[in-house]
């Protein structure tokens, strides 16, 4: 079977797989969707005997039908290698009666690296099976882990350049440290006075401006996205749910066929979407728990059926859900209208125009697979704390809002079903946050004793990707104002009026 995309926005045009990672975005503003989600073809029982890399084939494949098999097998070997510190790549730990799945085992120990270790190797790919010649950039706004994760991607990847925007006061120091310490000739990383939604409406407009795109294909450039509005970076994360759901199944933890809930700290709904896939591709999942912290914009948009961003952003300690458009929810909303893009259209316009909009009744019904839950600053630490005294667990501070709300969910509605959590972030990436959280006489340490505390405390080693920052040099100190992003790109890319 071919599987064909299609635009949000428009009801007519179809690409293939391979040219809608290449071009990111839609020509329409609108987000590549396949038109169905496929089906499993192999039985849980064969799932359950495979490897990461096995696993990731037997998804993806069913996405990606205009790759070829030896294509899509090089991609996966040359993503999920010994960048990650563990061979099972995304392990999954029992923490009193949650499962937690740690996807945050890879080069820069947060969740976006399971997605952007695959997606520089799709994306070269998807270039030569569509003859692209002009050097590919790499466009990205991040709250804090996207933009490494992309950069350690991308570096020195041939035929590719990428440019990073994340907020100047809106990340963690080892996040910023991250960035800023990376090397590669073709990376460039931007501070913007301003948050995130500055930072990706910004990325969003660049992408629009047909003006900007004539005079980069005129030098030699053309954009991609390594935001999770990119399909390529959707279809990979599907595959640890499947891997997930199988190892539960090893271990007997479960029984075939039983269903199990999610639980995904959400701040773009990309991560809880590819969820969402794997339940239509045929995992037994019932609920599909979405977790907010303050930014509870999605929480409130399940409780009413309308997603108002008009309110006051809030800066947390689970910096990377920090959002207020959640860019993926376009692709339910699309799939709840029924796949009519004109509704869609109207919504997302609504939405740009007004910061509002309100689905139908009959739509909302389409939610029933979605609970929506958040969790304030103080449940956030308590969680961290309380974790840490009953286990000796220590978790970081997205993954606790997430295990904040599956024990409201479970509290609540009294359905016991067994409990994944989606373990987004190495605690070392918020070392300040979640000591703190243990035990507030830590505030007095600085980062790096922090880290070294951390060590202690939790029992696992500080991660390479920690070891890497301590002393590197900072080579990346460009600002600029947020409605000075296309300037900045110009000049990065020294393509002049
Ligand atoms: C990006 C990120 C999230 C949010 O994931 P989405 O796919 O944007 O909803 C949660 N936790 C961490 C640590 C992240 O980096």
Do not use: W
Not at 57 to 77: A, G, H, P, R, W
Not at 179 to 204: E, L
Request: aromatic content about 8%; charged content about 25%.
């Amino acid at each position: 079977m071919n599987l064909l995309y299609k635009s949000t926005r428009n009801a007519e045009e179809t690409v293939t797989a391979s040219q809608a990672i290449l071009k990111g975005l839609a020509e329409d503003g609108g987000l590549f969707v396949p038109t169905e989600i496929p089906k499993l073809d192999v039985t849980m029982d064969e799932l359950k005997g495979m490897s990461y890399q096995e696993t990731a084939y037997s998804v993806m494949k069913q996405f990606l039908t205009d790759f070829t098999e030896e294509e899509l097998k090089q991609c996966i070997d040359r993503a999920y290698d010994a960048k990650f510190d563990t061979e099972v790549i995304a392990p999954l730990v029992k923490v009193g009666d949650t499962y937690h799945l740690e996807l945050f085992h890879g080069a820069t120990i947060a969740f976006k690296d399971m997605a952007l270790s695959i997606l520089p190797h799709l994306l070269t790919t998807a270039a030569k099976k569509n003859n692209v010649t002009k050097e590919i950039v790499i466009l990205t706004a991040t709250s804090g882990d996207t933009g490494k994760a992309a950069l350690a991607g991308f570096a020195n990847v041939p035929g590719a350049r990428i440019i990073v925007f994340y907020p100047k006061n809106g990340v963690s120091k080892v996040q910023e440290l991250q960035m800023v310490t990376q090397k590669g000739d073709n990376t460039a990383v931007v501070a913007i006075h301003g948050n995130f939604d500055n930072a990706q409406s910004g990325v969003k407009a660049l992408f629009e401006d047909k003006k900007l795109g004539k005079e980069l294909a005129d030098a030699g450039f053309q954009f991609s996205s390594a935001n999770s509005i990119n399909i390529g970076r959707l279809i990979p994360q599907v595959v640890y749910y499947v891997y997930a759901y199988a190892k539960l199944l090893e271990n007997e933890e479960i029984a075939a066929g039983e269903e199990i809930n999610v639980t995904v700290p959400t701040g773009n709904f990309g991560n809880i979407l590819a969820a969402y896939y794997a339940k239509q591709m045929g995992v037994p999942i019932a609920k599909l728990i979405c977790a907010s912290n303050e930014n509870k914009v999605l929480f409130d948009f399940f409780k009413t059926g309308k997603y108002d961003r008009n309110r006051e952003f809030v800066l947390t300690s689970s910096p990377s859900m920090d959002i207020l458009i959640s860019s993926n929810l376009e692709r339910l909303i699309y799939t709840i209208a029924g796949q009519d893009a004109q509704k869609n259209s109207e919504l997302m316009a609504a939405l740009k125009n007004d910061g509002i909009y309100e689905i139908t009744p009959e739509m909302k019904r389409g939610l029933s697979d979605f609970e929506g839950g958040f969790s304030t600053e103080e449940e956030t630490k308590e969680t961290i704390g309380d974790t840490y005294r009953s286990t000796g667990y220590v978790m970081d501070t997205h993954t606790a809002v997430a295990a904040h709300v599956s024990r409201d969910y479970r509290d609540e509605s009294k359905d016991d079903r067994k409990m994944l959590v989606a373990s987004t972030a190495s605690p070392y990436k918020f070392a300040r946050s979640v000591m703190t959280a243990i035990d507030e006489k830590y505030d007095a340490m600085d980062e790096f004793a922090l880290i070294d505390e951390l060590e202690k405390v939790s029992g696992t080693a500080v991660p390479n990707a920690i070891e890497e920052i301590r002393n590197a040099q900072i080579l990346h100190t460009r600002e600029c104002d947020a409605d000075k992003m296309k300037e900045t790109v110009k000049s990065i890319l020294g393509v002049e009026e």
